[in-house]
């Protein structure tokens, strides 16, 4: 059932190529013949690839959303070794690519920043993706935050020919109640001459509440935030215009807003005034504090309705991108890049104490025992990117050499806004009402130019070699900043104003190395091995503006101006095996990867410290057509995550490790009508401190129906309704709980629900 069932046009990162897949229900990932655009070169086929490279088809994809899954959670069943991903979480947070961060792509535009917030799968609808791309394991090709590998979203684009029009229309329930429905809704118009093409499109989604394995409400995410009672819209327009067989423009547009408009809350119980040495006995003596009744006894949280809050949780971006390539200048194809993507990010009220307890036996010490003021923040933050990027590629009779720069400026700003505590007391933090805005992060303005070469040389007939440079330079600008928790005792507590901790600048050259080598067994096989270095920046708004004070007065800080930029470097090895023939394909891999370096939260601060860290694993996938309709599919990610800790390595903190996942599939296809029942499981994974993320499995069903109009879809997502927390949940309780109750950050996964959906081309 090999048969190519389209051909269509799509942008890369490098370049326009045409890219052929196999229409099969069955995953795709390991045919040879496949060419992806996410690389070394401009354009390639996996079989030419001396790494692990996956391609997720729009057959793949619109088969899970259209079963009910979200974009992160259908990725992470479709890509070996990507995490699953939960499908009411906005944050991705919890999902890393073989252990790491990944950087995830749209057309090539990253949507990684400097300050890392994790909603870069928050961003499309899954109505706009052509296929998406993966290539795992380290690169020295891309910059920063491409550790565990790239995920390149590739969009669907116009074709020559007639106009179409595309429909999709669908709902999702769990039949709980009349809030549990999720409604769907898109439309694409494209079309266009030999020389230019266009395609325009509007997608829509209205997501209601979320229920667990029991029946019961699942708890709003007032840390991250979730999708519950979500709208979004995601508007996308491209042009291509092709004057001749050399040249190629292309241009593409993208609107996304997200907002969440909600009448649910957490009720937190009334407060209360403990002395501080009820909670920290070595304080006693130092005067009280006033928490809500929540914050101690978790009995008293509950879900409530009545929410009153006018700014709600959102993610809105704008993402403009611009591409030339020309098939010969001076004897090279070229690829010149420009982008610019502008993106705002809101959360939910979260309780903050306006003096820590280490200042507040500050203050006890000089005499002052006055309580500080509880309160509720919600922060916005916001990134702006300016990119670039210009490529050459040489073609010699039995070598290809690329070799280019690319340049990205980013500024980022966040405040935080304070909410009036005797209106949200009186509430039990169910009423918001606006008091003033804070500072939540310093402002910073971050630049990286780097410069790139690689060289693929075939040294025979089975033989490629590929080797690569990249260099550097990554510069801070930062601002100065008085931490968050003294602006608030000054707009709060009548605190006097505070030092601020300075700001100033910091820079950090990189030099980064691959080579590899892969070996045609035959047409169909190959081996390969390779040597690849990544590495990740530290988050400044993390990093940097952190201090201790006496009174007002700074002690000791960790600013750019006394603290030089380093980040963390990453030597990754691999070995690999793929094979694909009428009736089987597989990719199998084998991975190592050592960094000199390991991040830390403290108190949600970052902290980086010079432990090793080394994360190694097994990926593969096994794709078995039993007959002409029916196949099977098998994939697992078996990896363990590791830092040295006085010389002895121990297991990493379960915030940051990956869990070992596998997936299991079987379907029917018949090209009129195909249904697949998988199976996926998460193992249990468990750190050095005792913490424990316990694993789960969960059951799925999907499949369609072709009409004489149109298809069908159905699916039905955690088919057995079990009752598990998700990935997230307990990760967030490892990094929240110390500060809050674990109850607070307690998210089950949501139970069975059932999808049904048209779709049709005109």
Avoid: C
């Avoid at 009779?397 to 209106?423: C, K, M, W």
């Avoid at 804070?438 to 303005?445: E, K, V």
């Avoid at 097994?618 to 990610?637: A, C, K, M, T």
């Avoid at 903190?653 to 029917?668: D, Q, V």
């Amino acid at each position: 059932m090999n048969t190519i069932k389209a051909v269509g046009f799509s942008l890369s990162p490098l370049a326009l190529v045409i890219s052929a897949h196999l229409a099969h229900a069955a995953p795709s990932a390991a045919n040879t013949e496949t060419i992806i655009v996410t690389g070394s070169k401009i354009q390639t086929t996996i079989a030419d690839s001396a790494s692990t490279n996956w391609v997720i088809t729009n057959e793949e994809l619109t088969r899970e959303i259209q079963g009910g899954e979200s974009l992160k959670g259908a990725l992470g069943k479709l890509i070996p070794s990507f995490d699953f991903g939960s499908t009411n979480a906005r944050t991705n947070a919890s999902q890393n690519l073989r252990g790491r961060s990944a950087q995830i792509m749209i057309d090539g535009v990253a949507l990684n920043a400097a300050r890392t917030i994790s909603r870069q799968l928050d961003s499309i609808d899954p109505f706009n993706v052509a296929r998406v791309e993966v290539l795992s394991g380290a690169t020295s090709i891309y910059g920063a935050g491409a550790t565990g590998g790239i995920i390149n979203i590739i969009t669907k684009r116009g074709e020559a020919g007639d106009a179409q029009l595309e429909v999709q229309t669908g709902v999702t329930t769990g039949f709980n109640n009349s809030d549990d429905l999720t409604k769907q809704a898109a439309v694409a118009v494209s079309g266009g001459s030999d020389s230019l093409q266009g395609r325009l499109s509007v997608a829509y989604e209205g997501k209601g509440a979320a229920y667990d394995g029991n029946g019961d409400p699942i708890l709003p995410d007032v840390t991250q935030t979730d999708t519950q009672f979500n709208d979004s819209i995601d508007v996308m327009g491209s042009l291509d215009y092709r004057p001749d067989d050399e040249q190629h423009l292309s241009l593409t547009a993208q609107y996304y807003d997200s907002q969440q408009d909600t009448d649910y809350g957490i009720d937190y119980g009334p407060k209360t005034s403990i002395p501080v040495g009820a909670i920290y006995p070595k304080y006693a003596g130092f005067g009280n504090v006033e928490l809500y009744s929540g914050l101690l006894d978790s009995s008293y949280l509950k879900r409530s309705n009545g929410l009153s809050l006018d700014e709600q949780p959102f993610t809105e971006r704008l993402m403009l991108n611009t591409q030339y390539s020309h098939a010969n200048v001076a004897g090279h194809s070229l690829l010149a890049q420009v982008y610019y993507r502008e993106e705002t990010f809101g959360n939910f009220p979260f309780p903050m104490i306006s003096e820590s307890f280490k200042q507040k036996v500050d203050y006890a010490l000089s005499g002052d025992i006055s309580a500080p003021t509880l309160a509720f923040g919600a922060s916005e933050q916001s990134n702006d990117v300016l990119g670039g990027k210009l490529l050459l590629q040489k073609d010699f009779t039995q070598a290809t050499l690329n070799y280019g720069v690319d340049y990205s400026h980013e500024t980022f700003s966040a405040f935080q806004r304070i909410y009036d505590p005797s209106v949200s007391a009186a509430s039990q933090g169910l009423n918001f009402k606006h008091k003033a805005n804070i500072d939540r992060y310093p402002d910073f303005t971050t630049q990286n130019v780097g410069v790139f070469s690689q060289i693929d040389w075939e040294i025979t007939d089975k033989t490629n070699l590929f080797a690569g440079i990249r260099y550097q330079n990554t510069e801070y600008d930062g601002d100065s900043f008085v931490s968050a928790y003294k602006q608030l005792a000054t707009l709060l507590d009548g605190k006097p104003q505070a030092e601020a901790i300075p700001g100033g600048k910091a820079d950090k050259d990189i030099w980064l190395f691959n080579a590899g080598i892969k070996y045609d067994l035959t047409d169909k096989q190959q081996v390969w091995a390779n040597f690849s270095q990544g590495f990740n920046m530290p988050d400044p708004s993390k990093f940097y503006g952190y201090g201790s004070y006496s009174g007002s007065a700074l002690d000791d800080y960790v600013s750019v101006s006394n603290v030089g930029l380093d980040g963390q470097k990453t030597d990754s090895y691999e070995l690999g095996w793929r094979l694909s023939n009428a009736s089987f394909n597989t990719q199998l891999s084998a991975y190592y990867s050592l960094s000199d370096k390991t991040y830390k939260y403290s108190n949600t601060q970052l902290e980086l410290d010079n432990n090793e860290q080394r994360i190694y694993g097994l990926e593969g996938q096994v794709n078995y057509y039993i007959s002409d309709n029916w196949y099977s599919r098998l994939q697992g990610h078996l990896v363990e995550s590791e830092e040295k800790d006085k010389g002895t390595w121990k297991d990493l903190s379960i915030y940051t490790a990956s869990p070992s996942t596998a997936m299991a599939a079987i379907g029917y296809d018949n090209f009129d009508w195909g249904t697949e029942l998988n199976l996926q499981h998460v193992g249990d994974l468990s750190d050095k401190e005792g913490d424990r993320l316990e694993g789960y499995e969960l059951v799925g069903l999907n499949g369609y129906y072709t009409l004489p109009v149109g298809q069908i879809n159905f699916g039905i997502q955690n088919l057995l309704d079990k009752d598990y927390l998700t990935i997230w949940s307990q990760k967030a309780q490892k990094v929240y709980s110390p500060s809050i109750p674990a109850d607070l950050v307690t998210y089950q996964g949501v139970g069975r629900t059932f999808s049904l959906s048209y779709s049709a081309t005109f």
